[in-house]
């Protein structure tokens, strides 16, 4: 006798027929009636009563039928138990810089939900310079950072690279209509994040190591403010495509040379979250980023296959 014999004895009394029963089991009639037989025969008791009016449980199966369903119900508690028991659980902090979480918190969040539903987010968005300063004070499980190489510490994963685009109306006289080249950026007015971002770093960098000063006119700690500001014409940003590419605002790719930053997840090496927990949104993370990738629906990015791992 095993469960499938209780829960096929409990459907047959609950329908009254061994074919009503047989089609919401979605087994054949014929196996129905033989398991019924086997399980008659095990137990060396009439169980049921077979007529032409259908199938009724004799006084030995209503006292089997309400022991049965007792037993099925408990096992079915015992089975919901273990599952939940061993359900990845907790609340794991995210850290997503904005360019990020536009194009990945709500995806995350439903990827979430469908593969982990133990789990709760708490995301964090912000300019990439406050989102490290959190991740270093220990307030996150996980953060998307930028660097300018693919590879940074043990652990880290490279989700992608992308390019850096000239965002804004430089004026005539710099570069074509889709590109211009880094020594053309020379004495532009520019607007960008404050010194602690990434993305301020990488600019300064790129343009010193080629003998260009930048012409930083203003420190803007908001993605749609250095947008706002390069749509009137005053001032231009460096940003990449993903953010870059919106209504009417004149793009030019950066050339001579590229301009190319890396978009790495990087684990706490203190978490506060459950191990489990943590790994499965680093894998939704992940997986969701190169989903996006390959249904061109996150521009500019180029995911590599398999995700870069350090060592």
């Given at each position: 006798?095993?469960?499938?014999?209780?829960?096929?004895?409990?459907?047959?009394?609950?329908?009254?027929?061994?074919?009503?029963?047989?089609?919401?089991?979605?087994?054949?009639?014929?196996?129905?009636?033989?398991?019924?037989?086997?399980?008659?025969?095990?137990?060396?008791?009439?169980?049921?009563?077979?007529?032409?009016?259908?199938?009724?449980?004799?006084?030995?199966?209503?006292?089997?039928?309400?022991?049965?369903?007792?037993?099925?119900?408990?096992?079915?508690?015992?089975?919901?138990?273990?599952?939940?028991?061993?359900?990845?659980?907790?609340?794991?902090?995210?850290?997503?810089?904005?360019?990020?979480?536009?194009?990945?918190?709500?995806?995350?969040?439903?990827?979430?939900?469908?593969?982990?539903?133990?789990?709760?987010?708490?995301?964090?968005?912000?300019?990439?310079?406050?989102?490290?300063?959190?991740?270093?004070?220990?307030?996150?499980?996980?953060?998307?950072?930028?660097?300018?190489?693919?590879?940074?510490?043990?652990?880290?994963?490279?989700?992608?690279?992308?390019?850096?685009?000239?965002?804004?109306?430089?004026?005539?006289?710099?570069?074509?209509?889709?590109?211009?080249?880094?020594?053309?950026?020379?004495?532009?007015?520019?607007?960008?994040?404050?010194?602690?971002?990434?993305?301020?770093?990488?600019?300064?960098?790129?343009?010193?190591?080629?003998?260009?000063?930048?012409?930083?006119?203003?420190?803007?700690?908001?993605?749609?403010?250095?947008?706002?500001?390069?749509?009137?014409?005053?001032?231009?940003?460096?940003?990449?495509?993903?953010?870059?590419?919106?209504?009417?605002?004149?793009?030019?790719?950066?050339?001579?040379?590229?301009?190319?930053?890396?978009?790495?997840?990087?684990?706490?090496?203190?978490?506060?979250?459950?191990?489990?927990?943590?790994s499965e949104v680093a894998r939704g993370i992940v997986e969701m980023t190169r989903a996006l990738a390959a249904d061109h629906r996150w521009p500019g990015i180029q995911v590599s296959s398999p995700p870069a791992r350090?060592?």
């Amino acid at each position: 006798m095993d469960i499938t014999q209780l829960r096929y004895l409990i459907a047959v009394v609950d329908a009254g027929s061994l074919s009503r029963a047989a089609t919401a089991l979605q087994v054949s009639q014929p196996a129905l009636s033989q398991r019924m037989t086997q399980l008659e025969t095990e137990l060396g008791v009439r169980l049921l009563e077979r007529g032409p009016r259908g199938v009724v449980a004799t006084a030995a199966g209503h006292d089997f039928y309400r022991d049965a369903h007792r037993l099925v119900r408990q096992f079915d508690q015992l089975a919901r138990a273990v599952t939940e028991h061993h359900q990845v659980r907790g609340m794991v902090a995210v850290g997503l810089p904005s360019a990020v979480a536009t194009q990945l918190a709500a995806p995350l969040y439903s990827w979430t939900r469908e593969h982990c539903p133990g789990v709760r987010l708490e995301l964090f968005e912000s300019m990439s310079g406050y989102i490290e300063e959190l991740f270093s004070r220990g307030r996150m499980d996980l953060a998307v950072i930028y660097r300018d190489q693919p590879r940074q510490r043990p652990g880290d994963i490279c989700l992608y690279s992308e390019e850096l685009y000239l965002v804004g109306d430089p004026g005539p006289a710099v570069g074509s209509d889709t590109t211009v080249s880094l020594s053309e950026l020379s004495g532009l007015p520019l607007v960008a994040p404050g010194s602690r971002s990434s993305l301020r770093a990488l600019i300064e960098r790129a343009l010193r190591d080629h003998q260009i000063t930048p012409t930083v006119v203003a420190d803007v700690e908001s993605l749609s403010t250095m947008l706002r500001i390069a749509e009137t014409g005053d001032a231009c940003a460096l940003l990449p495509l993903s953010t870059a590419a919106v209504g009417s605002i004149p793009v030019r790719r950066i050339v001579e040379p590229t301009l190319e930053r890396f978009a790495l997840l990087r684990t706490a090496t203190e978490i506060a979250a459950p191990l489990d927990a943590v790994s499965e949104v680093a894998r939704g993370i992940v997986e969701m980023t190169r989903a996006l990738a390959a249904d061109h629906r996150w521009p500019g990015i180029q995911v590599s296959s398999p995700p870069a791992r350090s060592s």
